[in-house]
């Protein structure tokens, strides 16, 4: 998810999204029932052996509903101008001995905006119902209308078997919940279970790496490592943004929108006779990693290469990874007849250094 992956999770499920467009939220975070003071609120509950005990054909063991800015999304690559902020309503589950939990999300609007009175609905893409909200008298919410499916495809009854199904739907009585008033955090932390950051990983590459600034990742391998790996090719790799790059950036690109159209180039020197192949990539931000395609704008091939393609991510402790794990990272010339096919070799992932601008120079 992006890091950022929400209901629909098909194709069906996406073709859905197209319609939807109508129907988001005309009035984010101004629903005063939810939010008194306009800040992001959280409802949540946590059920206890008793009590699923006398409900056995409840699934739910815990429950939040935060209503606000986006609680999933961790820091990814994606520009800002480009992320998703239009859900305001987001629900996560926890099904008894499950060790994640589940989640969909919405954006919610007054039933009939000219009555104070009416309830409210978090609607989802494909004129789905996400949940049914009413604040009582006495600040707790009232959670109904909540689909068996709801984490499933729109399809899912049709496309799954009987027993499937059930086993991965919700229960008879996981509806009509009553949902304490909690601090923000608590929703925070509830959906923080989803997805656990790993604090080793750091910032994200677009916001490490700037537009205007020129980085170097290497890794240089020893004899040993050769050895115990045969079939990788790569003696020495490279992946960098110098002049050129910047330059060619600076002339058509859009800070903004970083890392989209960031120009990168990777270097590759072979133990075969010590040959040395250096492709330009361009990139953009998907999800939580840089998608580069092989470029052809600052290099003198002729042949189509818009589908060779590497993906960045950020490591551990500053590092960088630099994957192509269906045909490897490119150590021949893209063009060449030796490029046609899957590469045949182990030059699939490299955990890259941060080096100096120097160790990148042509």
């Not at 970083?258 to 999800?287: H, N």
Request: charged letters at 25%; a negative charge.
């Amino acid at each position: 998810m992006t890091s950022r992956t929400m209901v629909a999770r098909t194709m069906g499920a996406m073709l859905c999204v197209a319609l939807a467009g109508a129907a988001r939220a005309d009035n984010a975070l101004s629903l005063k029932e939810l939010s008194p003071n306009g800040a992001d609120a959280c409802f949540g509950r946590i059920y206890d052996a008793a009590h699923l005990k006398a409900h056995p054909h409840q699934k739910v063991a815990r429950i939040f509903f935060y209503y606000g800015h986006d609680p999933v999304s961790r820091p990814n690559e994606e520009p800002l101008a480009n992320q998703d902020n239009s859900h305001n309503g987001f629900l996560t589950t926890t099904a008894r001995d499950a060790k994640k939990p589940e989640w969909a999300s919405g954006w919610c609007n007054k039933n009939d905006p000219g009555d104070p009175s009416s309830g409210i609905r978090c609607g989802m893409d494909c004129d789905r119902t996400l949940a049914s909200l009413k604040v009582d008298d006495k600040g707790k919410l009232l959670l109904s209308d909540l689909s068996p499916d709801i984490y499933l495809d729109p399809d899912a009854s049709e496309s799954m078997s009987k027993a499937e199904y059930n086993k991965q739907a919700l229960g008879s009585e996981d509806d009509n919940f009553k949902l304490e008033p909690m601090p923000a955090d608590s929703c925070k932390a509830e959906f923080a279970r989803i997805d656990p950051i790993d604090p080793a990983l750091g910032d994200p590459l677009r916001v490490r790496l700037k537009p205007d600034q020129p980085f170097c990742f290497g890794r240089d391998y020893d004899d040993a490592h050769l050895k115990s790996h045969p079939g990788q090719l790569t003696q020495s790799i490279r992946v960098f943004r110098g002049p050129i790059e910047l330059a060619a950036f600076a002339a058509g690109g859009d800070a903004v929108n970083w890392p989209d159209g960031a120009d990168i180039a990777v270097s590759v020197t072979t133990r075969q006779k010590g040959a040395k192949i250096t492709q330009t990539y361009s990139c953009q931000g998907e999800a939580d990693q840089w998608r580069c395609s092989a470029s052809a704008k600052m290099s003198d091939f002729s042949c189509d290469i818009s589908q060779k393609e590497i993906f960045l991510k950020r490591g551990p402790n500053g590092t960088m990874m630099v994957s192509n794990p269906n045909n490897a990272v490119a150590v021949v010339d893209l063009c060449s007849k030796a490029a046609n096919g899957k590469t045949k070799s182990d030059d699939k992932v490299y955990r890259l250094q941060p080096m100096p601008q120097s160790a990148c120079a042509p």
